[in-house]
Nanobody, 126 residues
């Protein structure tokens, strides 16, 4: 059974940066497409960024140019570098695993992910 542990959230001001990290266990990590999801106050959960097994990436429009997803297969880790944070980025961020191994795409929907961690809180204050 896969286990995901997120870290790196916090309270920051507008324009600041944060780096989220997620470590995975119990799975053949390098075969998995991974994603960062988020759920803001009163909002539905959405896919923020995803990275396929071959490192092809996807970003939702609102974070393009500000967020960067990366993976470290040697450490079974996936990271989300978030720069120029805005108040609308305030959310609980979750690391997630795609349902299908060896998957890669330039678009992902929330229904494609079956497992996620407990989440890490990101609050951006103005």
């Amino acid at each position: 059974q896969v286990q995901l542990v997120e870290s790196g959230g916090g309270l920051v001001q507008v324009g600041a940066s944060l780096r989220l990290s997620c470590t995975a266990s119990g799975r053949f990590f390098k075969a998995d497409a991974m994603a960062w999801l988020r759920q803001g106050p009163g909002k539905e959960r959405e896919v923020v960024a995803a990275i396929g097994w071959n490192e092809l990436t996807y970003y939702t429009d609102s974070v393009k140019g500000r967020f960067t997803i990366s993976r470290d297969n040697g450490m079974n880790a996936v990271h989300l570098q978030m720069d120029n944070l805005k108040p609308e980025d305030t959310a609980v961020y979750y690391c997630a695993v795609h349902k299908s191994p060896w998957y890669s795409s330039n678009y992902y929907s929330i229904s494609e992910f079956e497992t996620w961690g407990q989440g890490t809180h990101v609050t951006v204050s103005s």
